[in-house]
């Protein structure tokens, strides 16, 4: 199964698309960008209580097959 890619900051609901070097995640694939982790967050996730790193990047060769979620997670 492929890391689910989310595309917005949970905390923010900045746009953190597929190549965006800013996104940060714990290892339940929780998203945010790197302006909350630095800040607010300090660098640790919110939910469970873990670091936050860097998102790796998926090669866009990939994204047709393993396609990232649609579903954000950000304020509303």
């Known amino acids: ?3 689910e890619l989310r595309p917005d900051c949970e ?3 900045r746009d953190l698309p597929p190549e965006n070097a800013d996104a940060r ?6 998203t945010f ?10 660098g640790l ?3 469970c209580g873990g670091n936050l790193e860097r998102r790796p990047i998926r090669p866009a060769r990939l994204l047709d097959k393993h396609p990232p979620s649609t579903v ?4 509303r």
């Open 72 to 75: 954000r997670m950000g304020p």
């Open 25 to 30: 995640i714990c290892t339940f694939e929780c």
């Open 45 to 47: 996730c919110p939910n």
């Open 33 to 42: 960008c790197a302006d909350c982790v630095d800040g607010p967050l300090g």
């Open 11 to 13: 905390r923010c609901g």
């Open 1 to 3: 199964m492929a890391l």
